[in-house]
């Protein structure tokens, strides 16, 4: 079936570091969806690329969607503490059975330490 | 609006019991999702109803039921719980098609011992 995978499972950086998580599919995406999840909270949306080689900023976040409409980036520039929690990409494939139920990567945990 | 809520908060259930979790959405969204999320897995699709009186199988259905009682409730069911369906469940919402963003509700966290 279609996988999502989303390296690197863990990450911990120093506060004002960046920081950065990668998605991948198997399958060719209609979009992808970026969700933030706080420790003990539930998955909150932060962005959708739908274009191929779409960039969108937030402030300090910057979202990537790759040319091939497979792969995606959330990169974070001089984390600070409030940026704690686990990051999940989730995309819609293309060619889906499934209606619009999205397919999210296991998620990359952020530790942020002052 | 409260936009989703679920029912109950936390709950213990011994193996071999049965229970219902409620879910509702107050902002009119045709589709509905239920997740589970495990350590390490990140969030697998139970099952969803992409409009009012439909349901359908997701990544891990065996074990669960749902039903679209109408547009605003979706309920999951464990008929006979197991100690492997410990996890948390979040239930969500979305405007029916692709490209919506999914709306989450602030999830279950079930023991089953």
């Known amino acids: 079936g279609q996988q999502v995978m989303q390296i690197p499972q863990y990450q911990h950086v120093q506060e004002g570091e960046d920081f950065t998580t990668y998605c991948n599919s198997s399958?060719?995406?209609?979009?992808i969806q970026w969700y933030k999840q706080r420790p003990g909270g539930h998955p909150v949306f932060l962005i959708q690329?739908?274009?191929?080689?779409e960039v969108k900023k937030q402030k300090r976040l910057t979202f990537q969607f790759g040319e091939a409409k497979k792969n995606s980036s959330l990169h974070i520039t001089a984390t600070q503490t409030t940026d704690v929690g686990t990051y999940f990409c989730?995309?819609?494939?293309?060619?889906?059975?499934?209606?619009?139920?999205?397919?999210f990567g296991k998620g990359t945990s952020l530790l942020v330490t002052p | 609006n409260a936009g989703v809520t679920q029912t109950p908060k936390f709950q213990v259930l011994k193996t071999g019991q049965s229970m219902t979790l409620q879910c509702a959405q107050d902002?009119?969204?045709?589709?509905m999702y239920w997740y589970r999320q495990d350590p390490g897995m990140g969030l697998r699709l139970i099952y969803y109803?992409?409009?009012?009186?439909?349901?359908d199988k997701g990544e891990v259905p065996n074990g669960y039921n749902v039903s679209r009682l109408n547009k605003r409730e979706f309920s999951l069911r464990l008929e006979s719980a197991a100690p492997s369906q410990t996890s948390v469940y979040f239930c969500?919402?979305?405007?029916?098609?692709?490209?919506?963003?999914?709306?989450f509700g602030p999830g279950t966290r079930l023991t089953v011992t």
């Open positions: 969500a919402s979305s405007e029916a098609g692709p490209g919506y963003e999914q709306y």
């Open positions: 399958t060719t995406l209609s979009n």
């Open positions: 690329l739908v274009k191929s080689g």
């Open positions: 989730a995309g819609n494939p293309r060619d889906s059975n499934s209606g619009y139920a999205l397919n």
């Open positions: 902002m009119n969204h045709n589709s």
């Open positions: 109803s992409a409009s009012e009186g439909t349901t």
